[in-house]
């Protein structure tokens, strides 16, 4: 039996969308500027292609200005950063993002740290995780996917997370770490997990917020979760499954959804849950640069 309400992340996503196309529109009207996206993509992952495709289409319904580059597999590190150099003095660009994971030959690192601090939109340059793990938000950018996991947070408990235990499972630089920092902000008490804990389901089972970003499919379980805790599911796999004979590829999140419905007080569902938040977020993020470059404070 099922007690967890769905969170309905394509839902939200899509009323913050709208939000965003107006403001956009208010600030072409008023100020005579309209928000500028570059996305940079290098290879032929195919996951990459659609998440760039979804946020190319996005900013476009948005209003914004919308360029894409896409590089070739064996493009030169010299070749990514003279790019990345022409987009940080670009004036119509206000957002700049790498689509990772890059080719082996490309160092993270160098090319992430070469975007503008200012046009970080990702909120992967060291100065902006600087800033948010010291609590500086007024000019920093939140990576997109904590930042669209904690508005599911706050929209099912208020902003105010004092006396609630979160446990993260999972301690990467795009989500695990900034979601720990965002959730210790609101007053959370935070447990990051990994590969090394000990008896992990014991301590998620203490949790009263869940966010599972592991990469491993359908890993939690009911009888690791606390009854009526908030469960937010990163995990994004393609699993096959046969049925009938026949072989199909679909997506499941890091938690078995059917499973821990039967005691999770709320749930996203993958997909629909935070897939769409993310990007959306990054709306966000591109507006708030394009209003901060106008001199708006962008709050
Ligand atoms: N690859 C997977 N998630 C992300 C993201 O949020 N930003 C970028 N640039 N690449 C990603």
């Known amino acids: 039996m099922k007690v967890a309400r769905k969170i309905d992340g394509k839902a939200k996503a899509a009323k913050l969308t709208e939000s965003i196309t107006l403001e956009t529109a208010t600030l072409l009207e008023e100020h005579g500027i309209k928000p500028g996206l570059a996305v940079v993509i290098i290879g032929e992952n195919p996951a990459s292609q659609v998440y760039v495709r979804n946020k190319k289409r996005t900013a476009e319904s948005c209003g914004f200005h919308s360029v894409q580059h896409s590089l070739a597999d064996d493009v030169s590190e010299q070749d990514v950063l003279q790019l990345i150099d022409e987009l940080n003095n670009d004036p119509a660009i206000h957002g700049i993002l790498v689509q990772l994971p890059l080719p082996e030959h490309l160092d993270e690192l160098t090319v992430t740290q070469a975007i503008s601090t200012a046009k970080d939109v990702d909120g992967f340059h060291l100065v902006n995780i600087g800033k948010l793990t010291a609590g ?33 499972i999972g301690r990467s630089n795009i989500v695990g770490k900034p979601i720990a920092a965002l959730l210790l902000q609101a007053n959370a008490t935070v447990t990051i997990t990994h590969s090394r804990t000990k008896d992990l389901p014991r301590v998620v089972s203490g949790a009263d917020i869940v966010v599972a970003a592991v990469g491993r499919p359908n890993m939690v379980k009911a009888d690791w979760v606390k009854a009526g805790a908030i469960v937010i599911d990163v995990g994004i796999n393609r699993v096959e499954q046969t049925i009938d004979g026949e072989t199909k590829s679909r997506l499941t999140g890091d938690v078995d959804y059917d499973d821990v419905s039967t005691v999770a007080g709320a749930i996203t569902p993958v997909p629909g849950g935070v897939g769409p938040m993310t990007i959306t977020m990054l709306m966000a993020n591109t507006l708030r640069s394009a209003q901060r470059a106008a001199g708006l404070d962008g709050e």
């Open 136 to 168: 500086h938000m007024a000019d920093t950018f939140v990576p997109c996917t904590p930042a669209g996991c904690m508005l599911m947070i706050e929209d099912e408990i208020g902003p105010d997370l004092s006396g609630k235990n979160a446990v993260v």
